[in-house]
């Protein structure tokens, strides 16, 4: 049946920001082509052959008509002013300072390095891998070293890295770990639970010259033995 004038223009007018239509997949014709090449005739029959029944749900998804990509952000925004923006401390460690305007732009406000590069990835991994990577490239360039390295864990992980190395190289028969009770919450906690499966004395000392903690370490360790 041949279109008239009026449909023409109210095609063109149509909404155009439909996330179907920005979708990279196949159209119908490579679709066809697909499924001649194995075999089928529909893309249900397709999943008829290839889906086991027990394990389909058997009825339409109940799903909301699709929207627009205008759509989508303005419900978004309505969910996004609900937030209420507080000063963050997460991680702690943070001190008042003043932050070049250049790094702020550059880096902390830079989504290349908290966005993900692939849909299937969704996390900021790849992108502190690259910030790590530029790190060592900055650090070789200042030292004029062909090498440099800069450690994938966070403070955290590291001591209870550390805290490993140690009793791997001491042995057996030292099984005793001082940690200072000023360090980060999360330090200690990260720490104190890996030390679990390796030492069996672990205790914490009030702030003290080191030469009076490893005397006093050594007592209680001697004492427990």
Same mark, same amino acid.
């Given at each position: 049946?041949?279109?008239?004038?009026?449909?023409?223009?109210?095609?063109?007018?149509?909404?155009?920001?439909?996330?179907?239509?920005?979708?990279? =997949?196949?159209?119908?014709?490579?679709?066809?082509?697909?499924?001649?090449?194995?075999?089928?005739?529909?893309?249900?029959?397709?999943?008829?052959?290839?889906?086991?029944?027990?394990?389909?749900?058997?009825?339409?998804?109940?799903?909301?008509?699709?929207?627009?990509?205008?759509?989508?952000?303005?419900?978004?925004?309505?969910?996004?002013?609900?937030?209420?923006?507080?000063?963050?401390?997460?991680?702690?460690?943070?001190?008042?300072?003043?932050?070049?305007?250049?790094?702020?732009?550059?880096?902390?406000?830079?989504?290349?390095?908290?966005?993900?590069?692939?849909?299937?990835?969704?996390?900021?991994?790849?992108?502190?891998?690259?910030?790590?990577?530029?790190?060592?490239?900055?650090?070789?360039?200042?030292? =004029?070293?062909?090498?440099?390295?800069?450690?994938?864990?966070?403070?955290?992980?590291?001591?209870?890295?550390?805290?490993?190395?140690?009793?791997?190289?001491?042995?057996?028969?030292?099984?005793?770990?001082?940690?200072?009770?000023?360090?980060?919450?999360?330090?200690?906690?990260?720490?104190?639970?890996?030390?679990?499966?390796?030492?069996?004395?672990?205790?914490?000392?009030?702030?003290?010259?080191?030469?009076?903690?490893?005397?006093?370490?050594?007592?209680?360790?001697?004492?427990?033995?």
């Amino acid at each position: 049946m041949p279109t008239t004038a009026a449909q023409d223009v109210s095609a063109l007018l149509d909404a155009t920001d439909r996330f179907a239509d920005r979708h990279n =997949g196949p159209d119908a014709a490579e679709v066809r082509d697909m499924l001649d090449a194995i075999g089928a005739d529909s893309l249900d029959e397709l999943i008829d052959d290839a889906v086991p029944d027990d394990i389909r749900l058997g009825r339409a998804l109940d799903l909301p008509a699709a929207r627009t990509e205008s759509e989508a952000l303005a419900d978004l925004r309505v969910l996004a002013e609900q937030n209420v923006v507080r000063r963050s401390l997460i991680g702690m460690g943070y001190a008042a300072c003043e932050t070049p305007a250049v790094i702020l732009r550059n880096l902390f406000e830079n989504p290349g390095w908290y966005t993900q590069y692939t849909p299937y990835q969704a996390e900021l991994s790849q992108g502190r891998l690259e910030a790590l990577l530029n790190f060592q490239q900055m650090v070789s360039d200042l030292t =004029g070293l062909p090498l440099a390295n800069a450690s994938l864990l966070d403070e955290a992980t590291a001591a209870a890295e550390a805290m490993a190395m140690a009793k791997g190289i001491a042995g057996k028969k030292k099984n005793t770990f001082i940690i200072d009770p000023g360090c980060h919450p999360q330090t200690i906690g990260v720490t104190t639970t890996r030390a679990k499966s390796m030492v069996n004395v672990f205790f914490f000392l009030p702030a003290m010259p080191f030469a009076i903690a490893i005397a006093s370490a050594a007592a209680v360790a001697s004492s427990r033995s």
